[in-house]
């Protein structure tokens, strides 16, 4: 249990959070000394073209699924670094599994950590001697070729082999499982023979292989002699890879360092991958991701986030399987970004924890995007050598924030701040003064082409607050204020909203933690609880999540459901609305509840978010087409009547992609605004919907109801007929339309060990179904209707707590997989990410083509065979049975 036990009495101050505005009208000029630091973007000065390289992930893909298809796209992954086929250091992430879903999601490059093939770290390879262990290490490197030379061409393009990670460290370092015991930095002699006979070893069973090297922990100045060796052995790593779990502004000098290398030795200049990259107090927290964004781009490499939690879920990014937190959504503004960088100066170039941004100008889209964070307070951001011939004399800015929501805290789009038309000045600058930022969250602004007579957009939320847990009130005993967590000084920590916590809400307790807050006006208002609870902990290993109850001024009781982590002080939220009136509310969260009953768990809370829930909120969320991911397209910017700067001609086969939030598995309604021009189809996370085409001759709205994910959702309209002029999606959650119909697991057909259960108090009902797979005997059958044939988005609610033990400080959480069949037709493996506790209940959505009428969906499952099918897991890595299932919703995709 870490806590630090004390019994200071918060205060009862709220921290007011109206996040940044755009302070307007904006001006052109130069700023004097007097005001605020300013961000400085010049698009006159190119610096490359975008590359994206930021994006890249170490043990980030578990397999198909895990993520969704959709979060990998949506993020832009670029680089996976990842173990070999079969190798037991973690469950999943296994490199010829991930591989294929990774690349046909748009991901580039699959870096293949050979060295992963062996259990621990440092690795444990077998041997009495070093030459015993190498050629052990040789014959499985073998086989690894071997395997990816199965994959087909277009795949094996793909792969990027990693011969040793660390070496210094590792296989050649000075420890009880090192080659010799003599460090490669002293005497590199040793490891640089490996290194030869391993990469000719590589290259003699596949001459167009890709390797990568030395794979070090920092960039040693010994490299400069490694490279000498390479050239003058002919065996050059095609791509240079080392760490920078440092600084991000270690990020341009070493890269800077390491091209002065090159030019000495007369190499290259090779490909950079920086595989890892990043802390825990960093990862999840847009506003510290940024800084490292910035200074990767700049230096044009790819680099992949470190890992040090839970597989699969992209080093914090992705949440459960389909959902993403702030961070993927920083991700997947920095991933639409086309066009060239230009230069970007910071009020502390290079400096970590203060401003940082990257920024782009795409001439073709007539359009500039600046992402930037990593300040609390208020800031300028200027745009200077606005090309008129771009844009004209009147920018159109959207500015959106994209806030921290924690580790495993479900993210909406972002919100959007300001939306106006500005002139440029004299001087060819725009000034956009941006007061009360958050230094945890990230800023994007979007500069169009304006003066258009375009109608600029409200904000999205008008009134937000925030209140911290350490200032709050507590009453009762077991409290204890913990922290400061991860700080600058303290990067192995987690990032804390106010460095501070609370605990003392657990079973027994008979503690109360009062915010005092003060609301505008009356309403109903969204209230968003960040708290953890350590799934592995006693106390909450009893019953899963912690459940505490809430009030208003003493009354309305509600039972709240905490969410759960892989560890103490990893944050997730959970929500529900309050009606309040305008004035002072105490607000508490309380371990007993005189109605409802008590606390069974252990939680710490970090703060509570307040919003208005007004008609801005509840509004449909807008999605502009001239900000879509385009294909065969470009935005025009003349078009009067159009929502945004711009629309988008859709001629035929031009498509504009749209990443979707939807906050539930569930029916909602895209409205597709049009100037008219032509026809064009809808497609739903790659599901072409049999609709009707969306547009005509004549301005309107076309209106489709559909079923969208929980999470990350891709919608593409593609033009079929004409040139479609697409002004904007609309989206909202909405119901009546398409009917869901749910399944008890309990009541269908069970075979073998498969059985009812009670345990599980949060399963609907109380019951669901235990003990599926181990064997094809012992399966689930549910015969579900189907009101016509065709696709259906079945919807399945489950938990799967399944962890085996680790070996280091990943915990390794296994993603149970279930075969799932129609009708008894082949079956369609899914994955199941873990939801950290089996009373801990999740959905998952797969497509499934129906009959009209009564169908079987039947699941099984079997434990997976290694990639060779000869040999079994023996460290618990691979599960033989499905989740936990507790029900089945079935609905159409589309009306």
Do not use: C
Not at 182 to 196: G, H, Q
Not at 396 to 403: D, F, K, L, R, S
Not at 431 to 458: C, D, F, K, R, W
């Amino acid at each position: 249990m870490r806590r630090t036990r004390s019994r200071t009495t918060a205060g009862a101050t709220a921290v007011t959070a109206l996040a940044a505005v755009l302070a307007l009208p904006a001006t052109g000029g130069t700023a004097d000394a007097a005001e605020p630091e300013r961000l400085t973007i010049d698009l006159a000065t190119d610096t490359g073209a975008f590359h994206g390289g930021a994006a890249g992930s170490l043990y980030g893909v578990y397999g198909d699924g895990v993520p969704s298809r959709n979060v990998l796209e949506g993020m832009r992954v670029r680089t996976v670094s990842t173990k070999a086929q079969d190798g037991p250091q973690h469950p999943g992430a296994d490199a010829l599994e991930m591989l294929p879903p990774f690349v046909d999601s748009g991901g580039k490059d699959v870096y293949i950590y050979m060295t992963d093939i062996y259990r621990g770290f440092p690795y444990q390879w077998p041997g009495a001697d070093g030459p015993a262990r190498l050629a052990d290490f040789k014959e499985k490197i073998r086989k690894q070729v071997q395997q990816v030379l199965t994959l087909d061409a277009p795949y094996q393009d793909h792969v990027v082999y990693v011969p040793f990670n660390e070496p210094e460290g590792n296989m050649f370092g000075t420890g009880e499982w090192s080659y010799n015991k003599v460090s490669w930095l002293d005497d590199p002699r040793y490891y640089f023979e490996a290194w030869k006979d391993v990469y000719r070893l590589i290259k003699g069973l596949d001459p167009d292989a890709r390797i990568a090297g030395p794979n070090t922990s920092v960039l040693y100045d010994q490299v400069k002699g490694f490279l000498r060796y390479a050239k003058a052995n002919d065996v050059v790593p095609d791509v240079m890879t080392w760490h920078e779990l440092s600084t991000p502004a270690a990020i341009r000098t070493s890269v800077a360092k390491y091209r002065r290398m090159e030019k000495d030795v007369g190499v290259g200049p090779l490909p950079v991958n920086v595989n890892e990259y990043g802390h825990n107090y960093h990862l999840s927290v847009p506003g510290q991701v940024v800084q490292w964004v910035s200074a990767i781009e700049d230096s044009k490499i790819d680099a992949d986030l470190a890992y040090w939690n839970i597989d699969g879920n992209l080093n914090d990014s992705a949440v459960e399987a389909n959902k993403g937190n702030g961070q993927w959504w920083l991700f997947n503004a920095y991933g639409q970004m086309t066009g060239h960088t230009v230069e970007v100066t910071a009020p502390h170039p290079n400096q970590q924890y203060t401003l940082q941004g990257v920024a782009t100008l795409d001439r073709d889209k007539r359009q500039s995007r600046a992402v930037f964070g990593g300040k609390s307070g208020d800031a300028d951001v200027v745009f200077r050598n606005i090309d008129p011939g771009l844009f004209g004399r009147t920018v159109h800015a959207t500015v959106q924030e994209i806030p921290w929501t924690g580790q495993v805290g479900d993210s909406a789009q972002p919100l959007r701040l300001a939306d106006e038309e500005l002139a440029v000045g004299a001087d060819g600058s725009v000034t956009l003064p941006m007061t009360g930022m958050n230094e945890m969250s990230a800023y994007q602004v979007i500069l169009s082409p304006g003066g258009h007579g375009t109608v600029p957009a409200e904000p999205s939320v008008s009134w937000r607050g925030t209140y911290e847990a350490e200032n709050a009130t507590y009453t009762g005993g077991g409290y204890s204020k913990n922290g400061p967590e991860g700080t600058p000084s303290n990067v192995g920590g987690f990032a804390t909203s106010g460095t501070y916590n609370v605990g003392g809400l657990r079973t027994g307790s008979d503690g109360v933690l009062a915010f005092d807050v003060d609301v505008p006006q009356d309403g109903t208002y969204d209230l968003s609880v960040f708290a953890n609870s350590y799934n592995q902990y006693g106390l909450v290993k009893e019953q899963g999540p912690t459940n505490v109850f809430l009030r208003v001024d003493g009354a309305d009781p509600q039972e709240l459901r905490l969410p759960l982590g892989y560890k103490w002080v990893v944050w997730g939220h959970t929500g529900t609305t309050v009606r309040l009136t305008a004035g002072r509310h105490r607000i508490t969260l309380a371990a007993r509840d005189a109605d409802l009953g008590v606390t069974r768990g252990d939680a710490i809370i970090d703060k509570v978010d307040l919003s208005l829930r007004d008609a801005r909120v509840t509004a449909p969320a807008v999605y502009e087409a001239e900000y879509a991911t385009l294909a065969e397209a470009r935005p025009v910017y003349t078009r009067p009547g159009a929502s945004g700067p711009g629309t988008v001609p859709l001629a035929e086969g031009g498509a504009a992609t749209f990443w979707v939030h939807s906050p539930t598995d569930g029916e909602s309604t895209v409205y597709v605004d049009h100037l008219g021009g032509g026809r064009a189809s809808l497609s739903v996370n790659g599901e072409q919907l049999d609709v009707p085409a969306v547009g005509d001759d004549e301005k309107g709205t076309g209106r489709v109801r559909v079923f969208l994910s929980g999470g990350i959702n891709k919608i593409t309209v593609t033009g079929t007929a004409g040139a479609l002029v697409l002004d904007r999606l609309r989206v909202t959650p909405s119901g009546g339309t398409l009917t869901t119909r749910v399944y008890q697991a309990e009541d269908g057909t069970l075979t073998g060990a498969a059985k009812v259960t009670d345990a599980y108090t949060f399963a609907t009902g109380g019951k669901a179904v235990t003990g599926i797979g181990d064997g094809k005997a012992n399966a689930l059958t549910l015969d579900v209707v189907a009101d016509r044939a065709g696709r259906h988005a079945v919807t399945i609610r489950y938990s799967n707590g399944e962890q085996p033990p680790a070996t280091h400080y990943n915990p390794d959480p296994v993603a149970r997989h279930a075969d799932l069949s129609v009708n008894g037709g082949p079956p369609r493996r899914v994955l199941f990410p873990t939801t950290f506790h089996f009373n801990n209940f999740w959905e998952l959505t797969v497509p499934l083509t129906l009959e009209k009428g009564t169908n079987h969906l039947t699941f099984t499952a079997e434990e997976l065979p290694d990639f060779n099918g000869d040999t079994y897991n023996q460290y618990e890595q691979r599960s033989p049975y499905a989740p936990v299932i507790d029900r089945v919703g079935v609905t159409p995709l589309a009306e």
